[in-house]
């Protein structure tokens, strides 16, 4: 009987080289390695790293047409070839890695409308802020907000603030009108932009219901805005409520936050309850206590900084989030790493800018890749590590548990796993999203519904774009209403985020290989 043969698969990816430094393009193939002693090779669907030397290459360069896998063996031994042959760089020949893809978007096209994949839901509680940030991603995206508007929300296009008045007897700023309102019965509740205990209740519910009957133990509620704690009413109300298991499913709680207005009350809620706070603070200006882009605002730094040390103190698991746009720009850098070191604070989170086009003509993908890079370095050298969508996307490619919890959905949960619920029942895939999936009074008809297929079955592959990108199995494109907003589609990628997006997780994993050879 003879060995059967394998080959090396198309898909396998290796650090590019000084000469393939065109991240325009689709790079890192075996043919265009230098021949230094060894490199990080990856498969291009399934991450898979792996420290590679100079035979190793040269192996899979030979079996490029198909080899016996005797010869193989006696070429490179027995544990060299199933170790490339487990990380799918070596494969049965004809195979293509490809149809294995295609199987498991077969089965999920069968099982979708079950709600089955579904286990996060993000409560936009409302649709005002006290802060008016240029660049808010909440309310700059024309679709979306047109959308909502269609369906009884009252949500204005660009910087949003919201008037606050003094109730009686209460020192308290409240909210002029809706702050509290109830009234779940009527098809146009909470035209003032705010969610309701009543709403956040029944939608829970749902959910839970619903993630019980599919054998989910598990589900993620997010407090989002808006600025959240201006209905700091209803995520207390949620917290009582539920608290950390409801009917047999585990519930976990984060929000994101300007800080602004976090009180006794609810600190004690969310060190209670272990909700993930995220604080957005965009960059810091030490000589003037600038910390938001565009901000008009009132509250000062040392407001927001008390609340992110308080919440630390208070026992909270608090983190903090960064946006690099074209916006923040000239002030985005090192002092903001600075303080979360000196909070006692291991990461920071950066989002690139959504509106990419605008930002990556204004800011060479070269040039953001560059800067986000150093900012990688610096924040090493004070112990903070820097994530994103761009972190997340190398972590798939370098840690193999990443890869298997996340290849579906990869970095943008809106493709199937998360339900986004504005503050009168609307429901969509994110807030960024544009397209209504329904309501919450047919949770079931949500994921049966045509928009919501549309997102879901952008699993594991983004669009005919990415075929041969070598990071094509790891990498979302970035935020699905990003691209529906800048392309109409999210089958349509933005070339300047493409580049700047391989620029930056070529550096971290040449950053990668540098440690691993370190601590060889």
Same mark, same amino acid.
């Given at each position: 009987m003879s060995a059967p043969v394998y080959q090396s698969s198309r898909y396998v990816r290796t650090v590019r080289t000084t000469d393939d430094q065109d991240f325009t393009r689709f790079g890192g193939r075996l043919d265009a390695y230098d021949g230094s002693d060894s490199t990080v090779a990856f498969h291009a669907l399934f991450g898979n790293a792996r420290l590679v030397d100079r035979d190793t290459v040269e192996l899979l360069r030979e079996a490029a047409a198909g080899l016996p896998l005797d010869r193989l063996t006696a070429r490179a031994g027995d544990a060299t070839v199933r170790s490339l042959i487990e990380a799918q760089y070596l494969v049965e020949a004809g195979h293509d890695e490809a149809a294995e893809?295609?199987?498991?978007?077969?089965?999920r096209s069968e099982s979708l409308s079950s709600g089955v994949f579904h286990s996060s839901i993000q409560l936009v509680l409302t649709n005002a802020c006290n802060f008016s940030c240029q660049g808010c991603f909440a309310y700059n995206f024309d679709g979306g907000v047109e959308e909502r508007n269609h369906s009884g929300e009252s949500v204005k296009p660009g910087p949003v603030l919201v008037q606050l008045r003094t109730s009686r007897g209460d020192s308290a700023p409240t909210l002029a009108r809706g702050d509290w309102n109830d009234d779940a019965g009527d098809q146009a509740r909470n035209p003032s932009m705010h969610m309701?205990?009543?709403?956040?209740?029944?939608?829970?519910?749902?959910?839970?219901?619903?993630?019980?009957?599919?054998?989910?133990?598990?589900?993620?509620?997010?407090?989002?805005?808006?600025?959240?704690?201006?209905?700091?009413?209803?995520?207390?109300?949620?917290?009582r409520t539920f608290g950390d298991r409801y009917d047999g499913v585990a519930l976990s709680y984060d929000m994101t936050s300007n800080g602004s207005r976090i009180d006794a009350e609810l600190l004690a809620a969310l060190a209670e309850h272990r909700v993930a706070t995220t604080v957005s603070i965009d960059y810091l200006v030490p000589g003037t206590g600038e910390f938001r882009g565009g901000q008009q605002q009132r509250t000062g730094w040392p407001v927001v900084r008390k609340a992110v040390l308080d919440l630390k103190a208070a026992g909270v698991p608090v983190s903090i989030t960064s946006v690099l746009s074209h916006y923040t720009w000239e002030k985005w850098g090192t002092p903001?790493?600075?303080?979360?070191?000196?909070?006692?604070?291991?990461?920071?989170?950066v989002i690139v800018s959504f509106q990419a086009r605008e930002f990556f003509e204004r800011h060479s993908p070269h040039e953001v890749a560059q800067r986000l890079l150093a900012a990688v370095d610096y924040g090493r050298e004070r112990g903070v590590q820097l994530s994103g969508y761009w972190y997340q996307t190398f972590q798939m490619i370098a840690d193999e548990r990443k890869w298997a919890a996340q290849a579906d959905y990869?970095? =943008?949960? %809106?493709?199937? *796993?998360? +339900?986004?619920?504005?503050?009168?029942?609307?429901?969509?895939? =994110?807030? %960024?999203?544009? *397209?209504? +999936?329904?309501?919450?009074?047919?949770?079931?008809?949500v994921f049966a519904s045509p928009a919501y297929r549309d997102y879901g079955m952008r699993a594991y592959t983004n669009g005919p774009g990415c075929r041969g990108c070598e990071l094509q199995g790891t990498c979302s494109g970035g935020s699905a209403g990003a691209l529906e907003e800048e392309n109409g589609s999210i089958q349509v990628m933005s070339p300047g985020y493409c580049a700047y997006m391989r620029e930056v997780v070529q550096g971290l994993l040449e950053r990668h290989h540098a440690q691993v050879t370190a601590a060889v």
């Amino acid at each position: 009987m003879s060995a059967p043969v394998y080959q090396s698969s198309r898909y396998v990816r290796t650090v590019r080289t000084t000469d393939d430094q065109d991240f325009t393009r689709f790079g890192g193939r075996l043919d265009a390695y230098d021949g230094s002693d060894s490199t990080v090779a990856f498969h291009a669907l399934f991450g898979n790293a792996r420290l590679v030397d100079r035979d190793t290459v040269e192996l899979l360069r030979e079996a490029a047409a198909g080899l016996p896998l005797d010869r193989l063996t006696a070429r490179a031994g027995d544990a060299t070839v199933r170790s490339l042959i487990e990380a799918q760089y070596l494969v049965e020949a004809g195979h293509d890695e490809a149809a294995e893809i295609d199987g498991l978007l077969a089965a999920r096209s069968e099982s979708l409308s079950s709600g089955v994949f579904h286990s996060s839901i993000q409560l936009v509680l409302t649709n005002a802020c006290n802060f008016s940030c240029q660049g808010c991603f909440a309310y700059n995206f024309d679709g979306g907000v047109e959308e909502r508007n269609h369906s009884g929300e009252s949500v204005k296009p660009g910087p949003v603030l919201v008037q606050l008045r003094t109730s009686r007897g209460d020192s308290a700023p409240t909210l002029a009108r809706g702050d509290w309102n109830d009234d779940a019965g009527d098809q146009a509740r909470n035209p003032s932009m705010h969610m309701s205990p009543a709403v956040a209740e029944k939608t829970i519910r749902e959910a839970v219901a619903l993630r019980k009957a599919n054998g989910g133990g598990e589900l993620t509620v997010s407090f989002f805005g808006g600025e959240p704690t201006l209905a700091r009413g209803t995520i207390l109300h949620v917290l009582r409520t539920f608290g950390d298991r409801y009917d047999g499913v585990a519930l976990s709680y984060d929000m994101t936050s300007n800080g602004s207005r976090i009180d006794a009350e609810l600190l004690a809620a969310l060190a209670e309850h272990r909700v993930a706070t995220t604080v957005s603070i965009d960059y810091l200006v030490p000589g003037t206590g600038e910390f938001r882009g565009g901000q008009q605002q009132r509250t000062g730094w040392p407001v927001v900084r008390k609340a992110v040390l308080d919440l630390k103190a208070a026992g909270v698991p608090v983190s903090i989030t960064s946006v690099l746009s074209h916006y923040t720009w000239e002030k985005w850098g090192t002092p903001l790493i600075d303080f979360v070191a000196e909070a006692g604070l291991d990461s920071l989170d950066v989002i690139v800018s959504f509106q990419a086009r605008e930002f990556f003509e204004r800011h060479s993908p070269h040039e953001v890749a560059q800067r986000l890079l150093a900012a990688v370095d610096y924040g090493r050298e004070r112990g903070v590590q820097l994530s994103g969508y761009w972190y997340q996307t190398f972590q798939m490619i370098a840690d193999e548990r990443k890869w298997a919890a996340q290849a579906d959905y990869k970095t =943008c949960p %809106a493709v199937g *796993r998360q +339900l986004s619920i504005e503050p009168n029942g609307s429901v969509f895939a =994110c807030k %960024a999203t544009a *397209r209504r +999936l329904g309501t919450i009074d047919d949770w079931r008809g949500v994921f049966a519904s045509p928009a919501y297929r549309d997102y879901g079955m952008r699993a594991y592959t983004n669009g005919p774009g990415c075929r041969g990108c070598e990071l094509q199995g790891t990498c979302s494109g970035g935020s699905a209403g990003a691209l529906e907003e800048e392309n109409g589609s999210i089958q349509v990628m933005s070339p300047g985020y493409c580049a700047y997006m391989r620029e930056v997780v070529q550096g971290l994993l040449e950053r990668h290989h540098a440690q691993v050879t370190a601590a060889v």
